[in-house]
């Protein structure tokens, strides 16, 4: 791209988080931390067997919330971007970490949910959690127990922000989507919206996908995302001086 972007949509998946040590999803096998999908991220799993799914989530959010598992280098990067970018700005995570925020990521949606909230099945509202749960937690409002599911859109159901993300990639002039295999639907579909309106694509991945963007640049996130951000910031210098 050789002209200043205006306006930017940036989607990043697992693989930006797998260098802070958060293991990513593997399609080809569908494991999820060696968990069938279906069991743990499907709403029909939910319901055969909450207790399994509680316990999943429960050692995710050890995890995250674990010293080890700290923000990396493509994490910063973006946050710094934010902050410094001129141009309009949304950053769309299918990760339910909260590394991006850790960094100081700010315009930010979670459109796949969040491991440190759960949701009252009853109520809808959202509570963040930090602590395990299991089918005896009492829900905060309705004080009954077994209410509570985990804040995450699982295999099935609708993405959270749609039409706010929808409205940003129709009037992005550039989209980069950063460690996502785009095997999951919608997402995977994001670089097309964004195509139709004349944004031009960007995938910044350790491999090649098999989306057809407008560049590729392979690497590791935390090498990869910083250049390839740093050199947008420096053309933004570049005219502010001319
Ligand atoms: P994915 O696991 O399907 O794909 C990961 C992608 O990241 C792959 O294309 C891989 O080549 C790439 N990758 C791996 N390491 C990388 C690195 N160091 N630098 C750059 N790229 C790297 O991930 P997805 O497309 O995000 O879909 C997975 C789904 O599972 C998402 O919906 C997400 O909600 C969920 N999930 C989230 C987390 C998390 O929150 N950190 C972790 C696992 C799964």
């Not at 994490?75 to 141009?87: D, Q, R, V």
């Not at 990760?95 to 009853?122: I, Q, T, W």
């Not at 209410?147 to 749609?162: A, D, Q, T, Y």
Request: proline share 5%; glycine share 6%.
């Amino acid at each position: 791209m050789d002209s200043l972007p205006t306006s930017i949509v940036v989607l990043t998946g697992a693989g930006i988080s797998a260098e802070s040590g958060i293991e990513t999803f593997r399609a080809s096998d569908g494991l999820w931390a060696n968990h069938p999908v279906e069991e743990v991220a499907t709403p029909e799993g939910f319901a055969a067997n909450p207790q399994i799914v509680y316990q999943f989530y429960n050692q995710r959010r050890r995890q995250l919330l674990s010293p080890e598992i700290r923000p990396n280098a493509a994490h910063s990067a973006l946050a710094k971007f934010e902050h410094e970018f001129e141009g309009d700005f949304l950053l769309v995570t299918q990760n339910v970490d909260n590394l991006h925020e850790r960094a100081g990521s700010r315009k930010l949606v979670h459109m796949h949910g969040e491991l440190l909230k759960m949701r009252c099945l009853n109520s809808r509202l959202v509570y963040d959690i930090a602590e395990d749960i299991d089918f005896d937690t009492e829900c905060k409002c309705c004080r009954s127990p077994g209410n509570l599911r985990p804040h995450i859109v699982w295999f099935g159901e609708m993405p959270f922000h749609m039409n706010q993300i929808n409205r940003a990639l129709e009037s992005c002039d550039l989209f980069i989507a950063i460690g996502t295999s785009g095997n999951v639907y919608p997402a995977s579909g994001f670089y097309q919206t964004a195509k139709i309106r004349r944004a031009y694509t960007v995938e910044l991945n350790l491999d090649r996908t098999g989306s057809s963007f407008d560049q590729h640049v392979y690497g590791p996130a935390t090498e990869v995302v910083p250049a390839f951000l740093d050199s947008i910031l420096q053309r933004q210098g570049q005219r502010a001086h001319r």
